[in-house]
C-alpha cells in the first residue's frame, strides 16, 4: 500500500484524529530515569554505545540529532493505520506534507509548511550539564531552527524525583561576560565551575518553566513534559556534571565551522539580559491557568488549564475529563495529545493509560488531532467510575485561543 493511501485512509479512520505509535530516543550522555513507562528491559535496548533511552518524543516531524550512529527515522513520529488485520505505520511527517492543511490548518501550513514543534517526555535520573538553545539567527548559520522551549511536570511521571530535582536557570546578577567566558575557556580543566554563577530552583509536579533561547540552564532530574519549537540545536556549556565528563564536541555544538575555537562567539549565544534578570523566576515561572472558570467546568464534567503559556512558539494544555462524564472539547488549532492517566472513548478511538511498554509496542495514548477535528469539538468519554481522563495537548505556533503571558 503506497504511503499516500496510507495517510488518507488513516484520516478517514480516525475521522480527523491520527493515532500514533510510540518514539523512543537514546541520548549517549543521560541515565534513564525509568518514569516514561517503558519496560525495564528495554532502556538500553539499542545498545550500550547509543546510551540508554530517556526521552519519548511526541507528535514529531524533527528528527533527532544523535550524532553519527542515529538510527533511521529517529525522532519521529509515525502514524498508524490498521485495516484487514494489517497494520501499515507512515512517518506524521510525510501524511503532513501529503495532506497539509486539512491535518495542521491551512494557517500553520500557508506559514511554515509543516508542523513547526513537537514535544517529549525528558526523563533523566540526575541534572543535565548547563546548557543553551541558539536563537534563530544563530542556528540559521548552521541550517537549523531555533528552539525555545517550555517545561511542565506532570505528576503522574514523577513518583520520584530523581538524583536532583533542582534546575539551574539564568546567570547571577552582577556576573560579567568575561567570567562566563572564562568558563567556557576552562572546559577542559574539570569542572569549569560555570554553575557557580546561577541559581537552583526547586522543581514542583503540577508546575512548569518558559525557556526562551539564549537561557543557560541545567534541567533538573523530574520527569518533564516538553513543548518546544522543531528543533534539536543546543550546546553544552558545563564541563562536569554529576562527576561525568561532558564531551568538548557539544561545547561546539551549533557552532559554525569557521568560529570553532571562537568563546566569543559562544558568548554571544547568550541573551545577557534575559539571564541576569532579577525577576528571573517571576518572568519564566508557570502555575496551571484555568482556560474557563473552573466552577463552569466542573458543571459540565471536565477541567482544562493552560499549562504552557509564554509563548508565541507553542502552547499547551492539562485536560481532566471527569469520572464518568461524557464532554465534547473544541479547540481552534490542531494539536498532539499525551494520555497520561485513564480510560475512555475519544471519537472512533478507544483511549487508555498503559502501565508498561516493550520498546516496538503499539499503545492507545497518544494522537494527533487535526485543525478540522478540533474546531468541530472532540466528543470524549471516561469510562471509570472513580478515575479521571487526564491528557496533555501540545499545539503549535500563535495558537488562536491562546492569551500569551509575559
Not at 267 to 274: G, M, T, Y
Request: proline residues 7%.
Amino acid at each position: 500500500m503506497a504511503n499516500s493511501s496510507i495517510a488518507a485512509k488513516a484520516l478517514e479512520q480516525g475521522q480527523g484524529i491520527l493515532r500514533l505509535a510510540p518514539t523512543w530516543v537514546p541520548r549517549s550522555f543521560c541515565v534513564p530515569g525509568r518514569r516514561i513507562k517503558l519496560h525495564p528491559d528495554d532502556y538500553y535496548v539499542l545498545g550500550g554505545v547509543r546510551g540508554g533511552i530517556d526521552e519519548r518524543w511526541l507528535s514529531s516531524t524533527t528528527p533527532a540529532k544523535n550524532g553519527p550512529l542515529t538510527g533511521e527515522h529517529e525522532g519521529l513520529s509515525k502514524v498508524v493505520f490498521e485495516e484487514g488485520g494489517q497494520t501499515e505505520q507512515v512517518l506524521l511527517k510525510d501524511v503532513i506534507e501529503e495532506l497539509k492543511g486539512e491535518i495542521v490548518g491551512d494557517r500553520l501550513w500557508d506559514e511554515y509548511q509543516s508542523w513547526p514543534m513537537y514535544s517529549k517526555f525528558f526523563d533523566n535520573m540526575g541534572p543535565l550539564p548547563h546548557h543553551i538553545h541558539h536563537n534563530d539567527e544563530k542556528a540559521a548559520l548552521v541550517g537549523q531552527n531555533g528552539k525555545p522551549e517550555a517545561y511542565y511536570f506532570p505528576p503522574q511521571l514523577n513518583n520520584h524525583g530523581g538524583d536532583f530535582p533542582y534546575t539551574f536557570f539564568g546567570i547571577t546578577p552582577g556576573t560579567t561576560k568575561e567570567q562566563i567566558k572564562q568558563c567556557l575557556m576552562d572546559f577542559n580543566k574539570g569542572d569549569n565551575k560555570i554553575t557557580n554563577f546561577s541559581s537552583a530552583y526547586k522543581l514542583e509536579p503540577g508546575t512548569g518553566w518558559d525557556v526562551p533561547p539564549g537561557i543557560l540552564h541545567a534541567p533538573g532530574s523530574l520527569c518533564t513534559y516538553e513543548p518546544q519549537k522543531a528543533s534539536d540545536i543546543f550546546a553544552m556549556y558545563q564541563s562536569l556534571v554529576n562527576e561525568a565528563i561532558v564531551p568538548e564536541e557539544l561545547l561546539w555544538n551549533g557552532t559554525p565551522q569557521d568560529k570553532m575555537g571562537d568563546y566569543d562567539e559562544l558568548v554571544s549565544v547568550i541573551d545577557w539580559e534575559a539571564n541576569v534578570d532579577p525577576n528571573f523566576a517571576a518572568n519564566h515561572f508557570m502555575m496551571p491557568r484555568p482556560v474557563h472558570p473552573l466552577e463552569e467546568m466542573q458543571a459540565q464534567g471536565y477541567v482544562e488549564n493552560w499549562i504552557c503559556y509564554r509563548s508565541e512558539a507553542y502552547s499547551a494544555k492539562e485536560l481532566t475529563v471527569l469520572p464518568g462524564a461524557t464532554v465534547t472539547i473544541t479547540d481552534n488549532a490542531a494539536y498532539g495529545l499525551i494520555m497520561m492517566q485513564g480510560h475512555g472513548k475519544m471519537g472512533v478511538w478507544n483511549i487508555e493509560t498503559p502501565a508498561l511498554i516493550r520498546y516496538g509496542q503499539l499503545t492507545n495514548d497518544e494522537f494527533f488531532v487535526t485543525e478540522n477535528a478540533a474546531k468541530a469539538g472532540v466528543t470524549i468519554t471516561n469510562y471509570s467510575s472513580t478515575d479521571p481522563i487526564v491528557m496533555l495537548k501540545h499545539f503549535g505556533p500563535n495558537n488562536p485561543d491562546l492569551v500569551v503571558v509575559k
